[in-house]
């Protein structure tokens, strides 16, 4: 197959223009057709609800290339499915999870040339953002709304790909609250996370770690991902809280650490406390995939877990998540959607 002409085992986390986009409207109470878009500026109206208000919902899926030249989607029927719970979260018009789906097959193919090839460390991103798009003053929900799908070929959304990172508790600023809409995949979470991220980096830390806002003593997540402990009798420990994001690579994790490696999983309230006690930790999501957490600073107190290398249950469930990404084990949990190239 034809390759666009670029460095791929070097790419960074970061937009590239591509071929072309799709675009679903939303009006009169249905959706249409796609429309293929060379142009990435969108046309929209300045009184849109996305402006304004903040109706905007996005997912992320990564398409990786396989030893045999095959090309798969991981868990895209899961990425559908929680963008209608982000849609109905903010009210807005869900975009059906089969048009997803097959949405996803298209801008795939039509970009084929974008697809990092096997064995580079890279994946094709693929990018679905929901907005409403009426132009209307007052603070309700928009009529009339745009999809759309974008992809760009990545590499490692940390540079340190599978290097251990420094976390740091954050005690006063918050990205979400019980009751909100931290569990959804919506554009105000981000917002509201930003200048949280310049405060931990600015303080030398790679990335946050959120404390629930109700009580300020049970973790949340990372930034942009979720996040496990590996407790020393070796459990797989990730929080359960109403206002993270339900990663579909946790989920993903969950299952290989219990079916794969045996392992116990619970999925609870983790007292900021924990950390002092485990062994291991991870943050996990699409762009982030398995990043070890080298250690994690509270207060005046610093909990170590490694050095530069990676702890070995972080190891073992990164190569089984990634091997059944890449197609180099088999996918028996049904996961990988394959795309007609
Ligand atoms: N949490 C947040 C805030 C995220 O932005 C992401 C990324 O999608 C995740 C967790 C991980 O979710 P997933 O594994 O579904 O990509
Ligand atoms: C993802 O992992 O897909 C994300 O959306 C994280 C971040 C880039 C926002």
């Known amino acids: 197959m034809h390759k666009a002409n670029l460095d791929w085992g070097n790419l960074s986390f970061g937009y590239m223009k591509t071929n072309c986009h799709l675009e679903y409207y939303f009006k009169d109470g249905k959706w ?17 609800t996305c402006l304004h208000y903040g109706q905007e919902a996005f997912e992320g899926m990564k398409a990786f290339t396989h030893k045999d030249g095959k090309v798969t989607v991981f868990r895209a029927d899961e990425n559908a ?25 298209q ?52 540079k340190e790909g599978l290097k251990p990172i420094d976390l740091y508790v954050e005690e006063e600023m918050k990205r979400a609250v019980p009751g909100g809409t931290g569990d959804a995949k919506v554009g ?3 917002a509201a996370s930003l200048r949280v991220s310049k405060k931990v980096k600015d303080l030398g830390y790679k990335e946050v770690l959120y404390l629930d806002a109700a009580h300020n003593r049970y973790l949340d997540e990372s930034g942009p ?11 797989y420990v990730t929080p359960k809280s109403e206002s993270i994001l339900p990663s579909i690579t946790n989920k993903s994790l969950m299952t290989l650490a219990k079916e794969e490696l045996g392992m116990a999983v619970e999925q609870r309230p983790v007292d900021v406390n924990e950390i002092f006690d485990f062994a291991e930790a991870g943050c996990c999501g699409t762009a982030a995939v398995i990043t070890p957490v080298r250690s994690i600073t509270y207060r005046d107190k610093k909990a170590i877990y490694t050095g530069d290398e990676t702890g070995p249950v972080c190891s073992a469930l990164y190569k089984k998540l990634t091997a059944i990404q890449l197609g180099d084990e088999e996918d028996k949990y049904g996961w990988n959607m394959e795309i007609p190239l």
């Open 32 to 48: 249409s057709e796609a429309k293929v878009v060379k142009d990435d500026i969108l046309h929209l109206h300045m009184s849109s």
């Open 81 to 105: 499915r929680r963008m209608v719970k982000s849609a109905e979260k903010i009210l807005m018009q869900p975009f059906p999870e089969a048009m997803f789906l097959d949405a996803v097959k």
């Open 107 to 158: 801008i795939v193919k039509l970009n084929k040339e974008y697809i990092p090839p096997y064995g580079k460390g890279a994946s094709l991103y693929i990018r679905p953002l929901l907005i409403g798009v009426s132009g209307i003053l007052g603070v309700r929900p928009s009529d009339d709304y745009l999809f759309v799908i974008f992809v760009s070929p990545v590499g490692p959304y940390f």
């Open 188 to 190: 105000g979470n981000y």
């Open 225 to 235: 991902a979720n996040f496990f402990g590996i407790t020393k009798d070796k459990k």
